[in-house]
């Protein structure tokens, strides 16, 4: 009987959906964000002085690097000394990861310095165990992008170099690559620490970079290697379009693992959306990848906080129940500071980079005007873990969910802390000069020119400034953004250079700077041109 009348309530439904079919834009729910925005007033030019100063800062970093560290992959600015990543010498980490910004600040006899040095001394005959992801995103992406801006032919003949010995990580039994490499043996490894299993975000989050070499030297190896990569997921991936983030690379299938837009998950996503505008939206195959994965985060993994309607990105975490045998899916209501990139990147995949700007409301589907929301939301959720102590934010904020311990009166909080304590630190509550969340107010601004996103940007580089800065030179990361007596990790991250200080810059710049229709940002924020597809590609 109950089964009947379901049936018949469904008929019901389909009849009332072909005959109903809402038109794009009658269907109520998603209000405006733009208010009574007026167009005229927008005004997408420089902020001079406020650029000055986070050019000010770079120098203080890069001046401090090149007098204690100089060719070393990272830099300690306490210690006043740096690092490689390998004990056989620097593969250029710092140096060629802040190239692009060099240039774009237009920090001439720099740039120039950095290019000798490429020129002269940077070799990848390393041996040692690399990180391929790691390699691929700062050091590939960053003489990538280096070309593409100056020209000079060496920064291509280096990329070459680099990703014909990073190649043997592709050939695996799935495609699927391998975690490591050794890049003077040109072998590929496994990671052991992680029963051989590669992280989902670091296998899918190569394809810009191998696609534009392809690109630029017509070979395609480098295309068809990254591309299959898409192909093995695509077929491997669960239907609800989120994924694990482990992959086999045996067999291209995915391990019963966390799902999260943080770690080992992110860039994934990322890479969905900027493949498909990569190729001026010509592979449409990604568009809806990503808007099914999108989709599925609305309902599986987008949250809010009982006290305030905080939005959050939740995880989902497999948890094994013995009785049915079967793993069962927990909600975690964490969020990595990795997260804050998807504001932005919401919003992007809305515009998709196009104008005008902001989007006519009207002109939107509802799918769109849903991303366009959580897009804002998000930022909005972001900026508020920065309000702390220093006005930085933590690493990892947990969040309030309804019937928690005092979910009435705190929104979201710092696992690990001791208020009776408050010297003490904890993993989640450092900032590592990290770039995400002004990277979301980057994109934000481009796509808005709402001014509330340049002052927000313009906080965040003044606590930066006030507690990460080091007097004599540099920046570090700070144990405990909640302490404004924090200790200090003495550690300069490259990416402090390649993207937080080159986001800033540009939430600063005139908007025609690397515009968002003709360029993608790699994850690591270097900038590649947009291009249209070949219509030709020969495997090899
Ligand atoms: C600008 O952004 C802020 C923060 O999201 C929002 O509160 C405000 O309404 C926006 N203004 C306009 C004109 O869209
Ligand atoms: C930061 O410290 C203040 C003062 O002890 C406390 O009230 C607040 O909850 C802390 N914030 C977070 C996010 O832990």
New binding site residues.
């Given amino acids: 009987m109950i089964r009947k009348r379901l049936v018949f309530t469904g008929i019901l439904l389909a009849i009332a959906i072909i005959f109903f079919k809402p038109t794009r834009n009658s269907q109520p729910g998603y209000l405006s964000p733009f208010g009574n925005l007026d167009r005229t007033k927008l005004d997408f030019s420089a902020d001079i002085d406020k650029q000055s100063a986070i050019r000010a800062a770079f120098k203080h970093a890069w001046d401090a690097y090149r007098r204690d560290a100089w060719g070393f992959d990272d830099y300690h600015p306490l210690k006043r000394g740096g690092t490689n990543l390998v004990s056989s010498g620097g593969i250029g980490y710092t140096i060629v990861d802040a190239l692009d910004t060099l240039h774009i600040m237009g920090l001439d006899t720099e740039f120039t310095q950095a290019r000798d040095w490429v020129a002269t001394e940077l070799t990848f005959d390393r041996d040692g165990k690399f990180n391929a992801f790691e390699v691929t995103i700062r050091v590939l992406g960053g003489l990538l992008s280096a070309y593409h801006l100056s020209k000079d032919e060496i920064f291509l003949q280096k990329a070459v170099d680099l990703a014909e010995r990073l190649l043997p990580i592709f050939s695996t039994q799935s495609g699927i690559p391998l975690s490591f490499i050794n890049l003077k043996e040109r072998q590929a490894l496994a990671d052991s620490d992680n029963q051989g299993f590669s992280s989902t975000a670091e296998a899918a989050t190569l394809q810009l970079e191998f696609k534009y070499l392809s690109y630029l030297t017509e070979d395609y190896v480098y295309w068809n290697a990254a591309e299959k990569v898409m192909d093995v997921i695509r077929n491997g991936a669960l239907t609800s379009g989120l994924v694990p983030i482990f992959i086999r690379p045996s067999d291209g299938q995915f391990i019963t693992s966390d799902i999260r837009f943080g770690s080992r998950g992110d860039s994934y996503y990322e890479y969905l959306l900027k493949q498909y505008l990569q190729t001026n939206q010509a592979e449409q195959q990604y568009r809806e990848m990503y808007d099914h994965a999108m989709t599925t985060m609305h309902h599986d993994l987008v949250r809010r906080t009982p006290k305030s309607n905080m939005l959050f990105i939740a995880e989902l975490s497999p948890k094994f129940k013995r009785e049915e045998q079967k793993f069962d899916w927990k909600l975690v209501p964490k969020q990595d500071h990795l997260v804050c990139f998807l504001g932005g990147s919401l919003l992007l995949g809305v515009t998709e980079g196009q104008g005008p700007f902001p989007p006519e409301w009207d002109t939107l589907s509802n799918t769109e005007k849903r991303d366009w929301i959580t897009g804002e939301e998000l930022i909005k959720t972001c900026v508020e ?1 920065y ?3 220093t006005g930085l934010g ?1 690493e990892i ?1 947990h969040f309030k969910m309804p019937g928690d311990p005092d979910a009435d009166s ?1 929104d ?3 696992k690990g ?1 001791d ?1 009776e304590n ?1 010297s003490l630190t904890s993993f989640d ?1 450092r900032y590592i000069l990290r770039p995400e969340t002004v990277e979301s107010l980057f994109l934000a601004w481009r796509l808005t020119g709402n001014q509330t996103y340049r002052d927000q940007g313009w906080k965040i580089f003044q606590a930066i400034e006030k507690y990460t800065k080091v007097e004599g030179g540099g920046y570090t990361s700070i144990l405990n ?3 404004t007596n924090t200790q200090r990790e003495d550690k300069m991250e490259t990416f402090f250079l390649s993207e937080t200080l080159k986001y800033l810059y540009l939430l600063f710049s005139d908007s025609a700077l690397l515009s968002l229709d003709k360029y993608v940002f790699n994850t690591e924020a270097h900038p590649l041109p947009r291009f249209d597809p070949p219509t030709r590609r020969f495997n090899h």
């Fill in positions: 873990t309000n702390t102590a933590p904020a705190v979201w909080y710092i802390l208020r408050p509550a953004v909640n302490d």
